[in-house]
């Protein structure tokens, strides 16, 4: 019953995102089709993040925001990739390989746009009572398994490489919740489902709550 809005910092036609986020009831915007960013592979999360929550930011009404994000996308590799440089002398020192370390340096562009909608949310009074999820939708398949490893402090393996964490804030909470049960992506539509009480059928979804 509210406005849906989605982002994507990259074009629209790949993969046909265009039609089928539009066809789930989003309204959609992508580089170049409302959106204009300094880079093309990869472009800025965080010119994606200033360029969309006036939107839908306001203190008096309801939103949903949906969001794909690009800044960490391969190659890692600083002559090629520009957010890899962006933010490189933020991580030129740490103890890791370059390709692991251009890695970070690329996700560091996603922090700086969460930063920035936090500020937004608290700036408007609505922080407080938001939610924020953000998932990943694959492994870092730039990355080789040695350079992976680096960066989560154990050897992988061919499943554990598939391991990640969905983080779940909710604004006014007093105290975490950790939820240590294998989950999946498929599991995070019906938790938030169930979370909020919406009704729906709990047979057309393949996840469960994890709450459950």
């Not at 390989?97 to 970070?104: G, I, M, P, V």
């Not at 729906?200 to 469960?208: E, F, I």
């Amino acid at each position: 019953g509210i406005q849906s809005y989605g982002y994507h910092n990259y074009a629209g036609s790949f993969y046909g995102r265009d039609e089928t986020h539009a066809n789930i009831g989003y309204s959609m915007k992508f580089a170049g089709d409302g959106m204009k960013f300094t880079t093309n592979w990869p472009a800025s999360d965080l010119e994606m993040m200033e360029q969309s929550v006036d939107d839908y930011l306001s203190a008096d009404s309801q939103f949903h925001a949906y969001y794909m994000t690009f800044s960490g996308h391969f190659k890692y590799d600083t002559s090629v990739n520009p957010m890899a440089s962006r933010n490189w002398y933020r991580v030129q020192d740490k103890p890791y390989s370059s390709t692991a370390r251009a890695y970070l340096s690329c996700n560091i562009e996603l922090d700086r746009a969460l930063e920035y909608l936090m500020q937004r949310l608290e700036e408007t009074g609505v922080a407080d009572r938001t939610a924020i999820v953000l998932v990943g939708d694959h492994f870092p398949y730039g990355l080789m398994n040695k350079q992976y490893s680096e960066l989560v402090g154990y050897q992988i393996d061919s499943f554990t490489k598939f391991k990640s964490s969905w983080l779940f804030w909710v604004g006014g909470m007093e105290e975490n919740v950790v939820v240590e049960e294998y989950c999946s992506t498929a599991d995070v539509l019906p938790t938030i489902l169930n979370l909020w009480g919406f009704p729906y059928d709990s047979r057309l979804y393949p996840g469960t709550d994890v709450f459950s």
